[in-house]
């Protein structure tokens, strides 16, 4: 998730040095924390130092998890400041190579979108919903955002609905409807003088960012502790002090979920579980000066493996095994109610 918060609350460029540095610790994390860095230095207007933080990725020996988002956030951002023509060209070469991860099609379909070329961008999103979707009834969550924004960009070109039009609708949850919220005179009511058009369209804006700005507010999931067995008695037999904070290895396994359920019911969106481990978890206390045996390094470690890319989603998607690492179903396992 790429950060989002103004420049007059967040230091922008320190973040991005922050993050730099931390790759520089982390080689294994290195790329995701170089993309939240670029995402920073694009926040804070920086775009020629963003790019080349994509090219250092780009040009890595160790090779990428995800090249083609590396690309096409490349490719957005070159655009936004006057490099048009690499940033088609970069944008053709995703397309061709055709990426299975729904990201790279939708930056690169927003990037088309954003500078009004409305027929590129709704190829580009159909090309990547017949690629990732087929005729899939329920599509993965990570896919929803390219039948959205193909909905969207069909409505600005005013064409019919058609099945994944009608598919996004139902997977939409908002009290305002997509038809409503892609509506092309919201635009023009914009610019209108009249206050109760101007508050309508408010209304209607903020019904539509208000959880998605809320979940991009939130660089990394906010994430609990999960020490499998063999690393909490090793925990334990090393720093005996920690104990208190886990009594048995079965009831750390319910405060897990415990935890998590409260934080669902209070409205925490964006939620995930890291796993620690004892050397990781020392080298992090000896980054930090401290002792690994003083509990409120806990909470720190957790945050520190989340920023790193470390966290899985809770709770598990429908039929996915338990987070817990038993062998069975969530719904079987944590997730029985």
């Known amino acids: 998730m790429r950060p989002d918060t103004p420049a007059e609350n967040v230091d922008h460029t320190a973040e991005a040095a922050r993050l730099e540095r931390t790759a520089g610790l982390y080689p294994e994390d290195a790329e995701t924390l170089l993309l939240r860095a670029a995402a920073h230095l694009e926040l804070s207007g920086d775009r020629p130092a963003a790019t080349a933080l ?79 979707l087929g005729s899939a009834e329920e599509p993965p969550p990570a896919t929803h955002p390219v039948l959205y924004g193909r909905h969207r960009v069909r409505r600005m070109l005013g064409l019919p609905h058609d099945d994944w039009d009608t598919l996004a609708d139902t997977l939409h949850t908002s009290s305002v409807t997509l038809d409503e919220l892609h509506d092309p005179k919201r635009v023009w009511s914009l610019g209108s003088d009249n206050p109760a058009e101007l508050e309508a369209e408010i209304s209607r804006l903020r019904a539509e960012l208000g959880a998605y700005r809320e979940a ?57 579980i890291v796993t620690g481990t004892v050397p990781s978890y ?8 401290t002792s690994p045996s003083d509990p409120t390094l806990l909470p720190q470690y957790a945050t520190t493996l989340a920023a790193r890319g470390r966290a899985v989603a809770w709770p598990p998607g429908k039929g996915a095994g338990c987070w817990c690492g038993a062998g069975l179903g969530y719904g079987e396992c944590h997730g029985v109610d």
């Open 282 to 289: 020392e080298a992090f206390a000896a980054s930090e000066g």
């Open 216 to 272: 991009l507010s939130r660089p990394f999931p906010v994430a609990v502790l999960h020490w499998p067995a063999p690393e909490l008695s090793e925990l334990l037999s090393a720093y005996p002090a920690l104990s208190a904070e886990y009594p048995s290895h079965a009831e750390h396994l319910s405060t897990i979920e415990s935890s998590l359920r409260e934080l669902s019911a209070s409205g925490t969106p964006n939620l995930g």
């Open 54 to 132: 994509y090219d250092r990725l780009l040009s890595s020996a160790e090779g990428l998890d995800n090249p083609a988002l590396v690309r096409a956030l490349k490719a957005s951002n070159l655009w936004e400041y006057g490099h048009e023509a690499e940033a088609r060209a970069i944008i053709e070469g995703i397309r061709t190579t055709s990426p299975r991860d729904p990201a790279p099609w939708v930056i690169v379909a927003e990037a088309l979108e954003s500078h009004d070329e409305l027929e590129a961008a709704a190829d580009t999103f159909t090309e990547a919903a017949r690629l990732l």
